[in-house]
């Protein structure tokens, strides 16, 4: 699939929100602005535990720019999972995702895609640590309760897959001076 095509107005949208960052990076914040794609999966909502997760990433000091309650279809689960196409367990993967209600969420703060990735644990479970998401929620690889970006590369486009430019918000967060030196 290809590239999404932008109306004029999602592009105006979109240079407003770039020079906003650029305002941002020049009072020398550089690098807070690092954001990552979070989501809760089905089994995370229904066993009610998108408050905690929400709850450790503010509390770790990262700033929540985003964030839905939707149905993926069939079409965004594809392409969000496009590199897994061809493994043994992508038709299982797209049940499971399609089951239920996802959490979608973009977090942004200095180097949060490798602080998040950390925070969520191994993909496997039994690999997790006591501590981290994964390591106190699941049990089995199959129901991991959430996904996180791995590098920024993937962060970017995950983040321009789930959500439009519009629905994510550009807000002054009063307490960075606390966070960051």
């Given at each position: ?8 107005r ?10 906003k ?15 990552t ?13 998108v408050?905690e997760?929400?709850?450790?990433f ?39 995702m399609?089951?239920g209600?996802?959490?979608a ?15 969520l644990?191994?993909?496997?479970p ?12 699941c ?6 309760v ?11 486009r ?19 001076h606390?966070?960051?030196?």
């Open positions: 699939m290809g590239p999404k095509k932008r109306s004029r999602e592009l105006h949208e979109l240079e407003d929100l770039v020079a960052h650029a305002r941002i990076e020049e009072s020398g914040w550089t690098g807070v602005n690092e954001r794609f979070i989501a809760v999966k089905p089994d995370g909502v229904q066993r009610r535990l408050g997760i929400v709850r450790r503010e509390k770790r000091g990262f700033k929540l720019v985003g964030l839905k309650l939707l149905q993926a279809s069939e079409d965004l689960l594809r392409e969000h999972y496009w590199e897994l196409r061809n493994k043994p367990f992508f038709s299982g993967l797209m049940h499971y399609s089951s209600p996802i959490v969420m973009v977090w942004e703060g200095l180097d949060v895609v490798k602080t998040a990735r950390k925070m644990g191994e993909t496997d039994v690999n997790s640590l006591p501590g981290t998401i994964r390591g106190d929620y049990v089995e690889v199959g129901r991991n959430i996904h996180g970006s791995d590098s920024v590369e993937s962060a970017q995950e983040i321009s897959l789930w959500f439009r430019q519009k629905e994510l918000q550009c807000w002054e967060d009063g307490s960075k606390w966070i960051y030196n």
